[in-house]
């Protein structure tokens, strides 16, 4: 059976998921490894992963990040965070592929983690160009290190 990791972030990048998660969880040949982060798992934010159990999704994987400030260092260190956390979460429990959508950093530092693991990337919805914000440079390194688009 097919291991497929999917990360979500945010209630933006969940809305788009829900009709594949449904699809994957009734394929047989496939499970489905939900890794979830970001603002899902924020007070601040509605605390969002709530919705994703009364979904009925099965979460495997919560990677707490700091999403308190859109200051560089802040985010910067978000990234530290999430880095380290799916790099933890790939070394226990490691998916055949994984599926990241957008191109915010917490899903570009998913991604890198899954780099040194050898885990195939799929990167869906690259969005449109931002010009002047970081999104950007973080959309064109995806692109690089993903296998599918």
């Known amino acids: 059976m097919r291991k497929i990791g999917v990360v979500t972030t945010s209630r933006a990048d969940y809305g788009i998921y829900r009709p594949i998660l449904k699809a994957l969880e009734q394929e047989s040949a496939l499970n489905l490894y939900l890794l ?57 429990d490691s998916p055949d592929i994984l599926v990241v959508l957008g191109d915010r950093y917490e899903m570009y530092s998913a991604a890198l983690a899954a780099v040194p693991f050898n885990i195939p990337i799929a990167h869906i919805h690259g969005g449109e160009l931002t010009e002047g914000a970081i999104d950007d440079a973080f959309r064109h390194s995806l692109t690089k290190l993903s296998h599918l688009h």
């Open 36 to 92: 979830v982060s970001g603002t899902h798992l924020s007070d601040l934010f509605g605390m969002t992963v709530n919705q994703i159990m009364a979904d009925g999704f099965e979460i495997d994987e919560r990677i707490e990040i700091n999403m308190t400030g859109r200051e560089p260092e802040a985010i910067a260190k978000s990234m530290s965070m999430a880095l380290s956390g799916f790099s933890q979460a790939y070394t226990k």
